[in-house]
Every structure is written in structure tokens, then in C-alpha cells.
């Protein structure tokens, strides 16, 4: 009788255990791929920012004269590793690089890549150009 009730008992300490570990991993999995995505995306702030002071000069004569197209709906900001040796989480290790990349197309829409805006002075312009890197392919495909 007493191996039964020690066994019980041992199920019962186990069972107890599992359930946070099984509720928090389930709370992690609420998140949609849409919140996600969402998420790593700049804020409407600094989306309206870059609208309203980039450099459209630069950025015709940094493509030769070639009409392109910014997609302002997928503007990342760009994160860079800290010199941060505190750091207990891989996020705190990371600080904003004050620049975004956004995907660029022709004025026909075929995909050209990503460009790295940056602020120079009071102007947003074009400072890296990642050749043939299709953002939005790439998220579409989740």
C-alpha cells in the first residue's frame, strides 16, 4: 500500500511540474507569424520620418538615373552587436544603428534589393545597396 500511495504521490509532483513549463511554452506559441513580422518592422513614426526628409536627388543619382521605388511597408531598423559586456539576454546585447534597410524595385515593380538608409544632416539617403535580396519574397514565403 505504501509503494501505491508513493507512487501517486510521485506522479502528482510530477504532473505538477510539467504544467507551468507546458502553459509558458504555450503562451509563446500564441504569437501569429503575422504579430511577429509585424513587430520586427519600424515604427509609423520613423516610417513618416524618412518620407518626409529623404533625399530623392541622392537616391536617383546613387541609382545613375534609374527611376526606383522605396516599399515603406517593409522598413526594418538595423540592429548592431553592443560593446555591452552586462548583457544577460541576446536583445540586450543589441543597440539600433540609427538606420533602416528597405526593399527597392523599378518603377515597373521588379525587385532590385534592399537599401540601407541613413540620416546625413537632415536628409535620409541611400548609403549600402543589397544587390538582388527579395525582403518581401522571403516573408511571403512563411
Known amino acids: 500500500m505504501k509503494k501505491l500511495i508513493l507512487f501517486f504521490v510521485s506522479v502528482l509532483l510530477v504532473v505538477s511540474f510539467m504544467l507551468p513549463t507546458m502553459a509558458s511554452a504555450e503562451t509563446g506559441a500564441d504569437k501569429t507569424d503575422q504579430e511577429e513580422s509585424e513587430n520586427m518592422f519600424a515604427e509609423i513614426n520613423s516610417i513618416n520620418d524618412i ?5 530623392n536627388d541622392q537616391i536617383l543619382s546613387f541609382f545613375d538615373g534609374q527611376e526606383v521605388e522605396l516599399d515603406f511597408n517593409y522598413v526594418l531598423p538595423v540592429f548592431m552587436p553592443s560593446n555591452s559586456n552586462t548583457a544577460s539576454k541576446y536583445l540586450d546585447a543589441l543597440e539600433f544603428s540609427k538606420s533602416y534597410v528597405v526593399p ?39
Open 51 to 55: 518620407k518626409n526628409s529623404i533625399d
Open 104 to 142: 527597392v524595385s523599378t518603377a515597373g515593380g521588379k525587385s532590385l534589393g534592399m537599401v540601407k538608409l541613413q540620416k546625413y544632416d537632415a536628409s535620409w539617403v541611400v548609403g549600402v545597396f543589397y544587390e538582388n535580396y527579395d525582403l518581401q519574397g522571403l516573408i511571403n514565403l512563411r
